[in-house]
């Protein structure tokens, strides 16, 4: 029974430092698309149009709900560790 448990804490360490990676990752790409964003929103200023791409805003949007959901994980995978 205990080789179950420890596979299992061994099973969830995994998922917490995969949720952990994706987070940097979500972060990491917020930052750019943020650039992004900013510098084209000034540039905007210069042009009658928006040059920003409403694309690029769903994608902040996403971005922003996904690291939410990679929260929420790492919450459950906590929570479960702390149970065992």
Do not use: C, Y
């Not at 949007?61 to 459950?76: C, K, T, V, W």
């Amino acid at each position: 029974m205990t080789g179950s448990f420890d596979e299992l804490r061994a099973g969830l360490a995994d998922v917490a430092e995969r949720l952990s990676s994706a987070g940097q990752f979500v972060r990491q790409a917020g930052v750019l698309i943020d650039d992004a964003l900013g510098q084209l929103t000034r540039l905007s200023e210069q042009h009658s149009e928006s040059l920003v791409p409403i694309e690029l805003r769903r994608a902040s949007d996403e971005l922003r709900h996904g690291m939410q959901l990679i929260n929420s994980g790492s919450a459950a995978v906590s929570d479960i560790e702390a149970r065992l």
